[in-house]
Nanobody, 124 residues
Framework: VQLVESGGGSVQVGGSLRLTCAAS????????LAWFRQTPGQEREGVAT????????YYAASVKGRFTVSRGTAEDSVDLQMNSLKPEDTAMYYC???????????????????WGQGTQVTVS
């Protein structure tokens, strides 16, 4: 499985960005696609999860109502629309995937085997 993130950049407080995760490789390992973020010295934090089969989505409390994860416009991609961005949203954002995630643990990094290289988001 290969995951490639794009769409990061610098944006002002209150602005918006749309991240895309382009996935390829074994479809069975891409049943669940998730977005995580990480700042230096901190653990990777789950942001949102999307089940490609049924479309179910889960969000961290810190982004609920501001971020939306959905099937991307490009084939085999998942987007993360980020609105009303805050300085605390500044981080490296990573896409992750796996085939089976334990219920209730969709936002735990340990559940995912495959990871992209990340894209930087800076809000100031």
């Amino acid at each position: 499985v290969q995951l490639v993130e794009s769409g990061g950049g610098s944006v002002q407080v209150g602005g918006s960005l749309r991240l895309t995760c382009a996935a390829s490789g074994r479809p069975s390992k891409r049943n669940c696609l998730a977005w995580f973020r990480q700042t230096p010295g901190q653990e990777r934090e789950g942001v949102a999860t999307f089940y490609t089969g049924g479309g179910a989505a889960y969000y961290a409390a810190s982004v609920k109502g501001r971020f939306t994860v959905s099937r991307g416009t490009a084939e085999d991609s998942v987007d993360l629309q980020m609105n009303s961005l805050k300085p605390e949203d500044t981080a490296m954002y990573y896409c992750a995937s796996d085939s089976v995630i334990l219920p209730g643990r969709e936002l735990e990094a340990s559940q995912y085997t495959y990871w992209g290289q990340g894209t930087q988001v800076t809000v100031s």
